[in-house]
Nanobody
Framework: QVQLVESGGGLVQPGGSLRLSCAVS????????MGWYRQAPGKQRELAAV???????NYADSVKGRFTISRDNAKNTVYLQMNSLKPEDTAVYYC?????????????WGQGTQVTVSS
C-alpha cells in the first residue's frame, strides 16, 4: 500500500521560498510519475507540477518560472522548490504518484503540508 508523507510547509512572506518534500513508500518509486497538487480554501485541488519517471517536467501556468519539481529515486522522494511565493500560493500541498501516458493518479493521498504566504 502506497504511503505519501509531505513535509516542509510553513508560513512565509511574499517573495520568500520554501522547499517541500514528499517521502514515498509502498511502490517502485522510480517507475512512477510524480506530481504536486495544491488545494486552496474553498477551491478544487489543482495539479501544480509533474515530473515523469524519465525526468520530464511540466508546470501549471500559475507556477511556471517560480516552482521547480525534482526527484531523488535513491531516496524515494519528490521535492518542490517554491520561489517568489505569492499570497495566492497559499494552500495545502499534496504529492501523488501515477502511471501511463495519460497519467492515472493513485487514489491514496497523504496528509498534505500547509503553505501560507502572508506578510
Amino acid at each position: 500500500q502506497v504511503q505519501l508523507v509531505e513535509s516542509g510547509g510553513g508560513l512565509v512572506q511574499p517573495g520568500g521560498s520554501l522547499r517541500l518534500s514528499c517521502a514515498v513508500s509502498g511502490i517502485i518509486f522510480s517507475i512512477y510519475h510524480m506530481g504536486w497538487y495544491r488545494q486552496a480554501p474553498g477551491k478544487q485541488r489543482e495539479l501544480a507540477a509533474v515530473i515523469t519517471s524519465g525526468g520530464n517536467r511540466n508546470y501549471a501556468d500559475s507556477v511556471k518560472g517560480r516552482f521547480t519539481i525534482s526527484r531523488d529515486n535513491a531516496k524515494n522522494t519528490v521535492y518542490l522548490q517554491m520561489n517568489s511565493l505569492k499570497p495566492e500560493d497559499t494552500a495545502v500541498y499534496y504529492c501523488n504518484a501515477g502511471r501511463g501516458s495519460q497519467i492515472a493518479w493513485l487514489g491514496s493521498w497523504g496528509q498534505g503540508t500547509q503553505v501560507t504566504v502572508s506578510s
